[in-house]
């Protein structure tokens, strides 16, 4: 952090910012500060998250400490900090006792969260936070908020460092992002980040980089396509075209596809069946334009005067229903197509965890089968499994990944544990399992037989007597504490 350049007059400014490391400011922005800092509060949440191990059951809770700050439509704070949230306080600046608060609206996919006051009047006279524009690269910013190691607001300095297409740490997904080496620790997610020149809001604190001076923030235009989307009641979410695509940068590969010379663009590879694109787009089209603007060969469309960015810029900054206009390539024919944007899931395994949701499971027999997805999937996951997360839904006849998670050992059971942990069910008593629903319907469905017989992808069997399973379910359950 660079040494103190000034020292700010304010009495009040020189206690509360004693290690503030400003650079010189505007003569009003110290007192533009203070203001806005009464708006700053300290969150104080329970989280209790489900366990993936007992999907029944939730893990103990704890406590996790956050920033938020005061603007027109609530308290806006990160969607990680209140994710599995069973209780929220609030430390307002200048009143005495904690205040009670509640969730109004979250998107996990860009990080972000409103929430309301139990008691509104702990705001009287405090300005709302008013949003900026997207920063300029080397922009000096402001980040305050309350990490962890201290009560006292805090202020630090940065500049921007990166304006990108990047990937949310809490949601996996892209959307833009601004990278900063303003520190942003433990605790000053979800604060405000400010302009040092105009003093205007820039963006939520977010996140902090694997390097020791890497921040990211949520930036203005993300926040406020958050705060339209949700001004109905609804969340929606942010849209997705639904398509893989492929680079045109060899030159053979563009001739092959029939561009002609000052064309560039980039090839669907494969639409979702669930997607947005699906029925406008086909494989082996070519993007040439998106919503008027040149899509290069490597997938990126300009970006302010100079710059690049990628071309789901165009997209993850309209509403769910809102129009996306494409210029594309078919069989060497130039055409124009209008998509309309859908939100929604269109792969097998989900991108984004499943958060503030119970986990889909069933149990028989002592053997658990569970959906798979990013919360109980992992590093530890058979490759066979991997090879899915590239997989869109309705292909294979799959709407989603039905795998056994864990087996309760049991007279019924035994001698499997450990041979299928996380493997993917294929058929279960010769039917064919593309959801959870096949699952239960084909154990259910088989009333007579003698045998369950469990199939999995990597050619491991599974035969229950269906008979001992029967009698044998109430002591399970009753011993491992196993409630559905």
Not at 94 to 112: E, M, S, T
Not at 131 to 145: A, C, S
Request: net charge positive; charged share 25%; glycine share 10%.
């Amino acid at each position: 952090m660079k040494k103190n350049r000034r020292t700010p007059s304010i009495a009040w400014f020189s206690l509360v910012l004693a290690a503030w490391s400003l650079s010189p400011l505007h003569a009003a922005w110290p007192a533009a500060l203070k203001e806005v800092s009464r708006g700053v509060v300290k969150l104080f949440i329970t989280q209790q998250g489900w366990n993936m191990n007992q999907p029944w059951s939730k893990n103990p809770a704890h406590a996790v400490t956050c920033s938020g700050f005061l603007i027109r439509e609530g308290i806006l704070t990160n969607a990680h900090c209140v994710t599995d949230a069973t209780f929220i306080q609030m430390e307002v600046p200048g009143v005495p006792d904690k205040v009670g608060a509640h969730i109004k609206a979250v998107n996990h996919q860009v990080d972000l969260a409103l929430l309301e006051s139990n008691d509104p009047s702990v705001f009287k006279g405090v300005r709302p936070v008013e949003f900026g524009d997207l920063p300029e690269q080397r922009e000096k910013v402001v980040t305050i908020g309350y990490p962890i190691g201290g009560r006292q607001v805090s202020f630090t300095e940065g500049v921007v460092s990166r304006i990108d297409m990047m990937r949310y740490a809490h949601s996996q997904l892209g959307n833009l992002m601004v990278q900063t080496d303003a520190a942003i620790n433990p605790g000053n997610s979800g604060g405000p980040v400010f302009s040092d020149s105009s003093g205007a809001c820039l963006g939520v604190a977010t996140q902090k980089g694997s390097g020791s001076a890497i921040g990211y923030f949520v930036p203005a235009p993300v926040v406020r396509h958050f705060l339209r989307d949700i001004a109905d009641g609804r969340v929606d979410g942010v849209p997705s075209l639904g398509v893989f695509i492929q680079q045109l940068e060899n030159p053979a590969s563009r001739a092959f596809y029939r561009m002609r010379d000052g064309q560039s663009g980039v090839r669907i590879k494969k639409v979702g069946r669930y997607s947005s694109a699906y029925g406008y787009l086909q494989p082996d089209d070519v993007l040439l334009r998106i919503d008027g603007h040149t899509i290069f060969n490597d997938g990126r469309v300009p970006f302010r005067s100079d710059g690049k960015i990628g071309m789901t810029y165009y997209i993850t900054s309209k509403q769910v229903g809102e129009p996306l206009e494409l210029d594309i390539l078919r069989n060497g024919e130039e055409r124009h197509i209008t998509v309309p944007l859908k939100g929604g899931e269109y792969m097998v395994i989900p991108r984004m965890p499943q958060y503030d949701s119970r986990p889909r499971f069933h149990e028989i027999g002592g053997l658990v089968f569970m959906v798979a997805e990013p919360r109980n999937i992992g590093k530890n996951t058979p490759i066979g499994i991997k090879a899915y997360w590239q997989t869109m839904r309705g292909e294979e006849g799959l709407q989603e990944l039905v795998v056994i998670s864990n087996i309760y050992e049991d007279e019924v059971n035994k001698g499997y544990k450990g041979s299928v942990t996380n493997q993917r069910v294929v058929k279960v008593n010769g039917r064919t399992i593309g959801s959870m629903e096949d699952l239960v319907r084909a154990f259910e469905s088989n009333r007579e037989g003698r045998f369950h017989v469990i199939e999995f992808d990597n050619g491991q069997t599974i035969v229950l007597d269906r008979v001992q399973v029967e009698e044998g379910e109430a002591r399970i359950r009753r011993r491992y504490n196993i409630r559905l």
